[in-house]
């Protein structure tokens, strides 16, 4: 099935293009699932620090982009292991359609053996997220999501959480590994949300946080230094599933700006806390 830049205007093929995409995400998974049998973590290098990638990674990606350039061939790539890339992840690519990759998001977790990893895959077009999709094949899930159809995890449809107070929630983050300047208002809001909700969770994956926050398992995620590979997808999961996504000012840069608030009804005390401690009056 090959689609068109006009089908993504016409809800029916946008659907038809989502269902495509989540079954590439379920392959990709099942193969990384595979892979992790027999994993050789001699292979494993060094991006930068901190940043670890490994072959099946980069095999991952190479799957990937062959399937989705079948798939619409009129759209380009922002991929985080540099293939055909557009992008660096932090500068929006322009006002055409380009596919965002994370073949292996949670690459850290893989390598050490914990199953929290997943495949995510979206598609912005003319700067509209249309459609993304999330394997987390230890888990056997597939979610997916389309412009104006909502999310949907293995064909049931999902609702974020309504709850709106930290006494409510169990909130998600992910712990900086690089850019530690703003290590002390980090620490601050943790510390605070700590103290008021049910917990924090640290999984290790932005791609399972938010597809977990969009399923409405966590009330509200939160993180910054991301790359738009590693929200893309579940950003759009989250708000077809009724949430709201902002940066930490409560503006639309989060996709490419490295700041993210993803929730349901905790959306609000969760921007007020943490934009009183990241950009005080």
Not at 70 to 87: I, Q
Not at 111 to 122: D, K, V
Not at 199 to 225: H, I, K, P, Q
Request: a negative charge; charged letters at 15%.
């Amino acid at each position: 099935m090959t689609f068109s830049l006009q089908d993504l205007h016409h809800p029916a093929r946008l659907q038809a293009l989502a269902e495509a995409l989540a079954q590439i995400t379920e392959r990709i998974g099942h193969f990384l699932q595979a892979e992790r049998a027999a994993f050789d973590p001699s292979r494993v290098e060094h991006k930068g620090l901190n940043d670890l990638v490994s072959y099946v990674d980069r095999q991952a990606e190479q799957q990937a982009i062959a399937a989705l350039q079948a798939l619409l061939p009129e759209a380009g790539f922002v991929t985080e292991e540099g293939t055909l890339a557009h992008s660096d992840g932090r500068t929006h690519p322009g006002p055409g359609a380009y596919w965002i990759i994370d073949p292996l998001d949670g690459t850290t977790n893989y390598i050490h053996g914990l199953g929290i990893y997943a495949c995510s895959i979206a598609l912005l077009h003319e700067r509209q997220l249309r459609v993304g999709a999330i394997a987390v094949p230890v888990r056997q899930e597939v979610f997916m999501a389309w412009q104006g159809g909502g999310a949907y995890l293995n064909g049931q449809r999902l609702a974020v959480s309504p709850a709106t107070t930290f006494g409510q929630s169990l909130l998600a983050t992910g712990f900086p590994y690089q850019r530690f300047e703003r290590m002390a208002e980090y620490l601050a809001v943790i510390e605070q949300m700590m103290h008021t909700s049910h917990g924090l969770r640290r999984m290790g994956s932005a791609a399972v946080d938010l597809a977990w926050t969009a399923a409405g398992r966590f009330e509200g995620f939160f993180e910054y230094n991301l790359k738009a590979w590693d929200a893309a997808a579940g950003i759009l999961l989250v708000q077809e599933a009724g949430g709201t996504v902002t940066d930490f000012r409560g503006g639309e840069d989060y996709l490419f700006g490295g700041e993210i608030i993803a929730a349901g009804g905790i959306h609000a005390p969760m921007l007020d806390l943490i934009g009183r401690h990241w950009y005080p009056a």
